[in-house]
């Protein structure tokens, strides 16, 4: 028994020496944020500026930490323990899902301006360089000689706005129901790889030279190109596309554990202040601020023709139900025929 | 170049050649590309790609799991061990076939076991995460997975040494009034420490890279709960591919390093099972 | 004989057991009993769907092709190392067991730059019209990687062992080198070559982290089941998920409890 005493007083001795979040840190306060895939650069200057601004203000040493992933994946993270004072993800029925379980208190929404959403984006095409098969509008990738890289959406948030993007391009352009599914369809048969993160897919795409065309975010996109350099690839923006708002909450649960509400809430506060919005509008994601908005018009034009979740479905979470739960539209897609 | 083969110089040649040239192209060729990319601007960002702050903190987190991880099944498995090989029981075969268990769990499943025994949705998890403690998405629920998944090794390789080397020294020690944790110490453990290093090697090695068990436990908080296999992943998705590849040079330093180890160690262990078994047989 | 005159058998079995219970039973006991939630129709649905069923196919198809390749190589290697003396043999020796101690994950990342179509092995196959990422020669090639040792280390001790006696005594007898082989060498190796591509084949089955890097993930075409697993544990699908792992386990099981017979089989078979 004095064996088995040992190894385990061991262990926890151990495992508590390793660095975990503890909840009480006197010296230096820490939030996690956790976050969808493409967000990683810009996040982690946002964090760093705002550790800076935070201790300026209050004199209370921050460091914020974040994680990344598929937007879906992530929300599964926090609802199985992932200690989360922050998520900021890809749509909102992926933050919908932790306030079903208590995690975040209803009325998330309009606790902060623009829905919650300090930056929106849209959804738009990467190609090769000089576009060499002539992408211009959706319907382009169906055809039989296209190679289309998009994620997973069953654990991306990118994904699901992806396909939303690509439903609305027939149902708000006059399309039927049917003709969505059978375009949807053919166009998942022309994707040879599903990766499970909008990142995963970019790399796909930009470095592994994978296929012909990518669905993406603007921001990734933008962030493609600025990486790769304008001689490899290039943005085309189609005829019609979809409004994006991925949203930002506080979770109740955790910081009300960690004590951490003040310092979370100041975090997303600072998501709307102009030195944030700036970063934000830098990696491309389009500024909630219209005046710091118009001042990146060469990066960020004008879109054409913008549709909402709204007018395609009528809320995430009846496009969750519908298209993404098991045996949804989606699940249809994949059936061997 | 001589062999006690009798085809003529050609087919030999042709066979070595042969040989050599899948050795290259399956082994040597990956390591030599982790290598190549780790060095492609030079020798200056691949140290300052290693200095990174999230990078040391992945350093610091795999080497603090796997040295845990490695005394428990060490612990353990040499307890194990002598249950196993010091006495009759009925059950004992299955006990090894339960011990050898996590060698056909496949990573994934290996993780999302933890997922499903302390995930807040379950009656444990949530007590804990009431009382504060962390397990999921932190250092110790990394550590477990990575204790389960290298779970066999120690005791595997303690095994056929403690059963080869018998009790009759055990026995003698006993009589002559020597306790049984003196037996213990100064009997059995020398002479099971080649298959102690052999599995503590193999335990550490496999700890330090296990990838697929930890993906799914570790909430991938950049610098907080990044293992090196994790972090390579990461640098890579980042676009820092020469910084994805820098970390994986040091974790193929560390298997060469292991190799050579083990070369030296295997070399003794397998003297001494040999002695062992030339000792057992009838004269 | 051994009796319980040895002190410790309480300590060091109740410690065992605690180990065991603790860190792999009780866990292992989670599978059955999340998945138990489902009835017995949504349980098969889970394990034998499409897209799982695609998923099978290609875990066990390209664990077995990678070890009968490695059957073939290993083979070869194993001869060549055990037969032939030049110099660096020890080094190559040691080499052998790089998969053994290289990270999955390193695997994949270097992998998949290799075979990538600019990559140091790649840009030979582009022209040849070959694609060796992101479809399933991409799994069975670095399948082959990871489970190479298993061949080579259960031929060399048999290898060694064997002796050229027989070899030279069919010699002396007329036979030729090939009909040596088949009829002298080849049947007392055997047992030792199918144990070492069971093993392959078991370790290939379970490989995870390499796989992922290279194979494209696609359902239905380049899925491994772990990847379907993965998939429902990232869609918040417990019992699905454990479902899908209880029967990979089971198989895995199956296939150990296998390679254990052979090797008994395989050793009876020496003397």
């Given at each position: 028994m004095?064996?088995?005493?040992?190894?385990?007083?061991?262990?926890?001795?151990g495992?508590?020496?390793?660095?975990?979040?503890?909840?009480?840190?006197?010296?230096?306060?820490?939030?996690?944020?956790?976050?969808?895939?493409?967000?990683?650069?810009?996040?982690?200057?946002?964090?760093?500026?705002?550790?800076?601004?935070?201790q300026?203000?209050?004199?209370?040493?921050?460091?914020?930490?974040n994680?990344?992933?598929?937007?879906?994946?992530?929300?599964?993270?926090?609802?199985?323990?992932l200690?989360?004072?922050?998520?900021t993800?890809?749509?909102?029925?992926?933050?919908?899902?932790l306030?079903?379980?208590?995690?975040?208190?209803?009325?998330?929404?309009d606790?902060?301006?623009g829905?919650?959403?300090?930056?929106?984006?849209?959804?738009?095409?990467?190609?090769?360089?000089?576009?060499?098969?002539?992408?211009?509008a959706?319907?382009?990738?169906?055809?039989?000689?296209?190679?289309?890289?998009?994620?997973?959406?069953?654990?991306?948030?990118?994904?699901?706005?992806?396909?939303?993007?690509?439903?609305?391009?027939?149902?708000?352009?006059?399309?039927?129901?049917?003709q969505?599914?059978?375009?949807?369809?053919?166009?998942?048969?022309?994707?040879?790889?599903?990766?499970?993160?909008?990142?995963?897919?970019?790399?796909?795409f930009?470095?592994?030279?994978?296929?012909?065309?990518?669905i993406?975010?603007?921001?990734?996109?933008?962030?493609?190109?600025?990486?790769?350099?304008?001689?490899?690839?290039?943005?085309?923006?189609?005829?019609?596309?979809i409004?994006?708002?991925?949203?930002?909450?506080?979770?109740?649960?955790?910081?009300?554990?960690?004590?951490?509400?003040?310092?979370a809430e100041?975090?997303?506060?600072?998501?709307?202040?102009d030195?944030?919005?700036?970063?934000?509008?830098?990696?491309?994601?389009?500024?909630?601020?219209?005046?710091?908005?118009?001042?990146?018009?060469?990066?960020?034009?004008p879109?054409?023709?913008?549709?909402?979740?709204?007018?395609?479905?009528?809320?995430?979470?009846?496009?969750?139900?519908?298209?993404?739960?098991?045996?949804?539209?989606?699940?249809?897609?994949?059936?061997?025929? | 170049?001589?062999?006690?083969?009798?085809?003529?110089?050609?087919v030999?040649?042709?066979?070595?050649?042969?040989?050599?040239?899948?050795?290259?192209?399956?082994?040597?060729?990956?390591?030599?590309?982790?290598?190549?990319?780790?060095?492609?601007?030079?020798?200056?960002?691949?140290?300052?790609?290693?200095?990174?702050?999230?990078?040391?903190?992945?350093?610091?987190?795999?080497?603090?799991?796997?040295?845990?991880?490695?005394?428990?099944?060490?612990v353990?498995?040499?307890?194990?061990?002598?249950?196993?090989?010091?006495?009759?029981?009925?059950?004992?075969s299955?006990?090894?076939t339960?011990?050898d268990?996590?060698?056909?769990?496949?990573?994934?499943?290996?993780?999302?076991?933890?997922?499903?025994?302390?995930?807040?949705?379950?009656?444990l998890?949530?007590?804990?995460?009431?009382?504060?403690?962390?397990?999921?998405?932190?250092?110790?629920?990394?550590?477990?997975?990575?204790?389960?998944?290298?779970?066999?090794?120690?005791?595997?390789?303690?095994?056929?040494?403690?059963?080869?080397?018998g009790?009759?020294?055990?026995?003698?020690?006993?009589?002559l009034g020597?306790?049984?944790?003196?037996?213990?110490?100064?009997?059995?453990?020398?002479?099971?420490?080649?298959?102690?290093?052999?599995?503590?090697?193999?335990?550490?090695?496999?700890a330090m890279?296990?990838?697929?068990?930890?993906s799914?436990?570790?909430?991938?908080?950049?610098?907080?709960?990044d293992?090196?296999?994790?972090?390579?992943?990461?640098?890579?998705?980042?676009?820092?591919?020469?910084?994805?590849?820098?970390?994986?040079s040091?974790?193929?330093?560390?298997?060469?390093?292991?190799?050579?180890?083990?070369?030296?160690?295997?070399?003794?262990?397998?003297?001494?099972?040999?002695?062992?078994?030339?000792?057992?047989?009838?004269? | 004989?051994?009796?319980?005159?040895?002190?410790?058998?309480?300590?060091?079995?109740?410690?065992?057991?605690?180990?065991?219970?603790?860190?792999v039973?009780?866990?292992?006991?989670r599978?059955?009993?999340?998945s138990?939630?489902?009835?017995?129709s949504?349980?098969?649905?889970?394990?034998?769907s499409?897209?799982a069923?695609?998923a099978y196919?290609?875990?066990?198809?390209?664990?077995?092709?990678?070890?009968?390749?490695?059957?073939?190589?290993?083979?070869?290697i194993?001869?060549?190392?055990?037969?032939?003396?030049?110099p660096?043999?020890?080094?190559?020796?040691?080499?052998?067991?790089?998969?053994?101690?290289?990270?999955?994950?390193?695997?994949?990342?270097?992998?998949?730059?290799?075979?990538?179509?600019?990559?140091?092995?790649g840009?030979?196959?582009?022209?040849?019209g070959?694609?060796?990422?992101?479809?399933?020669?991409?799994?069975?090639?670095?399948?082959?990687?990871?489970?190479l040792?298993?061949?080579?280390?259960?031929?060399?001790?048999?290898?060694?062992d064997?002796?050229?006696?027989?070899?030279?005594?069919?010699?002396?007898?007329?036979?030729?080198?090939?009909?040596?082989?088949?009829?002298?060498?080849?049947?007392?190796?055997?047992?030792?070559?199918?144990?070492g591509i069971?093993?392959?084949?078991?370790?290939?089955?379970?490989e995870?982290?390499?796989?992922?890097?290279?194979?494209?993930?696609?359902?239905?075409?380049?899925?491994?089941?772990?990847?379907?697993i993965?998939?429902?544990?990232?869609?918040f699908?417990?019992?699905?998920?454990?479902?899908?792992?209880?029967?990979?386990?089971?198989?895995?099981?199956?296939i150990?409890?296998?390679?254990?017979?052979?090797?008994?089989?395989?050793?009876r078979?020496?003397?």
């Amino acid at each position: 028994m004095k064996l088995i005493g040992i190894a385990v007083v061991a262990l926890i001795a151990g495992s508590l020496l390793l660095p975990a979040p503890a909840p009480q840190e006197k010296k230096e306060v820490s939030l996690t944020n956790v976050s969808y895939d493409p967000t990683r650069e810009l996040y982690k200057e946002i964090t760093e500026k705002f550790s800076r601004a935070y201790q300026a203000k209050t004199g209370q040493a921050i460091v914020v930490n974040n994680s990344h992933g598929g937007s879906g994946a992530q929300a599964r993270s926090v609802l199985g323990g992932l200690k989360a004072d922050l998520v900021t993800l890809a749509l909102a029925s992926d933050i919908e899902i932790l306030e079903a379980r208590g995690f975040i208190k209803a009325g998330w929404q309009d606790r902060f301006p623009g829905n919650s959403s300090p930056y929106t984006s849209a959804i738009v095409f990467l190609v090769r360089k000089g576009n060499p098969k002539g992408f211009k509008a959706w319907s382009d990738l169906a055809r039989p000689d296209a190679s289309v890289i998009t994620p997973n959406p069953k654990t991306s948030g990118g994904a699901r706005w992806n396909f939303m993007a690509a439903w609305g391009s027939v149902t708000q352009n006059g399309g039927t129901e049917a003709q969505a599914i059978d375009f949807l369809r053919k166009l998942f048969e022309r994707v040879p790889v599903l990766d499970t993160g909008a990142r995963g897919s970019t790399t796909t795409f930009v470095q592994k030279k994978i296929g012909d065309v990518l669905i993406s975010w603007e921001n990734e996109a933008l962030l493609a190109l600025k990486e790769e350099g304008g001689d490899q690839v290039e943005i085309v923006y189609p005829d019609s596309t979809i409004l994006a708002e991925p949203p930002v909450a506080v979770v109740d649960r955790v910081v009300d554990q960690r004590g951490t509400r003040a310092a979370a809430e100041e975090f997303v506060r600072f998501l709307y202040t102009d030195e944030a919005q700036e970063v934000i509008a830098k990696w491309g994601y389009r500024p909630r601020n219209a005046e710091i908005l118009a001042r990146h018009q060469n990066a960020l034009p004008p879109f054409k023709k913008l549709f909402t979740i709204k007018e395609v479905a009528g809320s995430w979470t009846e496009a969750q139900k519908k298209y993404f739960s098991s045996g949804g539209i989606f699940d249809q897609i994949y059936q061997p025929r | 170049m001589n062999s006690r083969d009798e085809a003529p110089a050609w087919v030999r040649y042709l066979f070595l050649f042969g040989a050599l040239v899948f050795v290259a192209l399956l082994l040597l060729l990956p390591a030599l590309n982790v290598l190549a990319q780790a060095f492609v601007k030079g020798a200056g960002p691949y140290f300052s790609s290693i200095a990174d702050k999230d990078t040391l903190q992945a350093i610091f987190l795999t080497t603090g799991v796997a040295i845990l991880a490695v005394a428990v099944n060490t612990v353990f498995g040499v307890a194990a061990s002598w249950a196993i090989t010091k006495y009759e029981f009925w059950g004992k075969s299955l006990l090894v076939t339960l011990i050898d268990l996590p060698f056909s769990v496949s990573p994934v499943v290996s993780g999302l076991i933890y997922v499903l025994t302390f995930g807040i949705e379950t009656r444990l998890g949530s007590w804990l995460d009431n009382h504060g403690i962390q397990i999921l998405y932190a250092a110790p629920g990394i550590l477990l997975a990575t204790t389960f998944v290298t779970f066999p090794f120690v005791a595997r390789e303690v095994m056929p040494v403690m059963e080869a080397v018998g009790i009759d020294q055990e026995e003698a020690a006993l009589t002559l009034g020597a306790s049984g944790w003196q037996t213990f110490w100064q009997i059995t453990l020398p002479d099971i420490k080649w298959g102690v290093l052999y599995g503590v090697i193999l335990c550490g090695s496999r700890a330090m890279g296990e990838y697929g068990a930890v993906s799914v436990v570790s909430g991938h908080i950049t610098g907080k709960t990044d293992t090196l296999s994790l972090r390579v992943e990461k640098l890579y998705q980042e676009y820092q591919t020469q910084a994805a590849f820098t970390v994986a040079s040091l974790l193929l330093f560390l298997a060469f390093l292991t190799l050579g180890v083990k070369a030296a160690v295997e070399w003794r262990l397998r003297r001494q099972l040999a002695e062992a078994t030339r000792k057992a047989e009838p004269a | 004989m051994r009796r319980r005159n040895i002190p410790g058998f309480k300590t060091t079995m109740g410690a065992t057991l605690a180990w065991l219970g603790l860190l792999v039973l009780i866990p292992l006991a989670r599978l059955v009993t999340t998945s138990s939630g489902l009835s017995g129709s949504e349980f098969w649905k889970a394990v034998w769907s499409p897209q799982a069923v695609a998923a099978y196919e290609l875990t066990f198809g390209a664990a077995l092709l990678a070890a009968v390749a490695n059957g073939a190589i290993g083979l070869l290697i194993a001869w060549v190392l055990v037969r032939y003396q030049f110099p660096g043999k020890n080094v190559v020796n040691s080499l052998i067991d790089i998969p053994f101690a290289l990270p999955t994950a390193v695997a994949g990342l270097t992998y998949g730059s290799l075979y990538a179509p600019k990559g140091w092995i790649g840009r030979f196959l582009t022209p040849l019209g070959i694609e060796a990422v992101h479809n399933r020669l991409a799994v069975v090639i670095v399948l082959t990687f990871v489970s190479l040792p298993f061949v080579v280390r259960a031929l060399q001790p048999v290898l060694e062992d064997l002796g050229t006696e027989s070899e030279e005594a069919a010699h002396s007898l007329g036979a030729t080198r090939w009909q040596t082989f088949r009829h002298v060498l080849f049947p007392s190796i055997l047992p030792a070559l199918l144990t070492g591509i069971a093993l392959a084949f078991a370790r290939a089955v379970g490989e995870y982290g390499s796989v992922v890097f290279v194979s494209g993930n696609i359902p239905m075409k380049t899925q491994i089941a772990p990847v379907v697993i993965m998939g429902h544990l990232e869609a918040f699908e417990f019992d699905q998920a454990s479902a899908i792992a209880l029967a990979l386990l089971v198989a895995s099981f199956a296939i150990n409890g296998g390679i254990n017979f052979l090797s008994r089989w395989s050793r009876r078979h020496e003397q």
